[in-house]
């Protein structure tokens, strides 16, 4: 299905959940398992016509996160391009697909030589996979992240256990330690570098659990109320963005794959 400006959406609706992506971006935009409430935030100022990546849901940032080379589009260019389906599977788990990206299906990277991957598990748990794969015969320089937008009731309410006790806080620009749990009241942009692999968010009436492989870092942000264009003045506080990210790889080896995977549950407490 398309919307009124041409995007085209998968929607699925199987025994365990219900979920809709957007082959713009590659991108999950919504995920709901039966009888819990959404677990990932859409802004409702979101752009929906391809001029600007979609905020919310779960963007992927390849092949590089943050600003990139001048002239490049901040955390790479996969979340402005249009995937396509590889392949769709119905098992008793829910339902099994997989988008891909490839230079063929991006006009300034013709002639390059990687596949991108996305494999999405849309069952009781959700599950992604990114593979990235260097086709060519010289390194690739890559970066990668799963930029999750989790809903929370309030962010100031939520709190967030599992991402490590030092950060870099990117605001502040300087090295940090804090030995437990964070609950915060502030705008947040870290860089948690010695991650650990189990993260727990709290809202007042759930949990969500997130495994995280094949990455080493996790970025928390959440703007605070200066929020950008597609977000609503007052949407900032209904989100907190935990995102699965490899930044220090040294290059994907010539011939070499990596996956960057996350698995999120929820249960009512
Ligand atoms: O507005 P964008 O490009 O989606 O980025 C949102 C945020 O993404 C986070 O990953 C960065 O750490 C923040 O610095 C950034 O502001």
Not at 211 to 230: E, F, K, Q, S, T
């Amino acid at each position: 299905m398309c919307n009124a400006a041409g995007l085209p959406f998968l929607q699925i609706d199987n025994a365990h959940a219900s979920a809709l992506i957007s082959l713009f971006g590659g991108q999950l935009l919504h995920y709901q398992p039966h009888g819990q409430p959404p677990l990932l935030w859409l802004s409702e100022a979101a752009v929906l016509d391809g001029s600007k990546a979609i905020r919310g849901g779960i963007p992927v940032c390849w092949p590089w996160f943050g600003k990139g080379a001048e002239g490049e589009p901040q955390h790479g260019f996969a979340r402005l391009q249009t995937w396509q389906l590889d392949s769709l599977e119905e098992t008793e788990a829910g339902t099994l697909l997989t988008l891909e990206l490839t230079p063929e299906l991006c006009p300034d990277h013709q002639g390059e030589q990687w596949r991108l991957a996305l494999e999405i598990e849309i069952g009781a748990e959700l599950t992604l996979h990114l593979h990235s794969e260097n086709k060519g015969t010289a390194p690739m320089p890559l970066q990668a992240a799963l930029h999750s937008y989790f809903h929370c009731g309030h962010v100031h309410q939520c709190r967030i256990e599992g991402l490590g006790h030092d950060y870099f806080d990117s605001l502040l620009q300087r090295a940090c330690y804090k030995p437990v749990e964070t609950v915060f009241r502030e705008p947040v942009d870290r860089i948690y570098a010695a991650p650990v692999p189990l993260t727990r968010l709290y809202n007042s009436h759930h949990e969500t659990s997130l495994r995280h492989r094949g990455n080493d870092c996790l970025v928390l942000w959440n703007p605070g109320p200066r929020v950008p264009a597609d977000i609503p003045a007052l949407g900032w506080s209904d989100f907190v963005c935990v995102e699965t990210a490899v930044l220090g790889l040294q290059g994907l080896a010539a011939g070499d794959r990596h996956t960057l995977s996350l698995s999120c549950s929820v249960r009512g407490i």
